[in-house]
Every structure is written in C-alpha cells, then in structure tokens.
Nanobody, 121 residues
Framework: QVQLVESGGGLVQPGGSLRLSCAAS????????MAWYRQAPGKQRDLVAR???????NYADSVKGRFTISRDNAKNTVYLQMNSLKPEDTAVYLC???????????????WGQGTQVTVSS
C-alpha cells in the first residue's frame, strides 16, 4: 500500500557531498516522522537522523554538523544532505517512515530498499 523509494547514493571522495532523497507513495493519509538509517556490512542498523511532521530533528552524534535532514510534506519526501563525508559513512542508507494509510486509524512503519553510499578515494 505504501512504497518508499530512495535515490541519490553513489561513490564520493572523502570530504565530498551527496544528497539522498526518499519519496513515499501509495494510499497515504498522513506521515508522522521520517528517518534515515544506515547499515554497514556486518554491523547493526543505526539511526542517522529523524524529522517529525512538524520539523523537529535529531541526529546521531557521528553526523551532527555534517548531515542535514529535511522534508517536503506536500511531496511526501525526505532528504538527507551529507557534507564532509568520511570513509566511515560508507553504508547502505535506508529510509523509514511512520505512515497512516487511508482507511486506517493507526500508523505503521515502512522501509525503503536502501541506497549504497561509498566514501573512498
């Protein structure tokens, strides 16, 4: 009923920038919070940044001051601007959203398929 599609990943040199996008589509009534997670090979999935429907944000300590999360509620889209990238930022980045579907009275968590970000010289 709901699809999340990420884009914008790729290969970038240390110190470079990337902008990720995640668009939600389907029978959406409303979206509460949206977030970006990342998972490196052999490691757990970690929260990178989260943004509420009202625009409140929180970040992992490792990305504070370098990454910025934002959203366009009219487009049901969340963005992650990543600057000053480091090799340790290399991971699959996954979009997550808590969505209320038309006809439902509760929110459900949905995930995108992920986009690879590789930081290497």
């Amino acid at each position: 009923q709901v699809q999340l599609v990420e884009s914008g990943g790729g290969l970038v040199q240390p110190g470079g920038s990337l902008r990720l996008s995640c668009a939600a589509s389907g029978s959406i009534f409303s979206i509460y919070d949206m977030a970006w997670y990342r998972q490196a090979p052999g490691k757990q999935r970690d929260l990178v940044a989260r943004i509420s429907s009202g625009g409140s944000t929180n970040y992992a300590d490792s990305v504070k001051g370098r990454f910025t999360i934002s959203r366009d509620n009219a487009k049901n889209t969340v963005y992650l601007q990543m600057n000053s990238l480091k090799p340790e930022d290399t991971a699959v980045y996954l979009c997550n959203a808590n969505v209320r579907v038309v006809g439902d009275s509760y929110y459900r968590s949905y995930w995108g398929q992920g986009t690879q970000v590789t930081v290497s010289s």
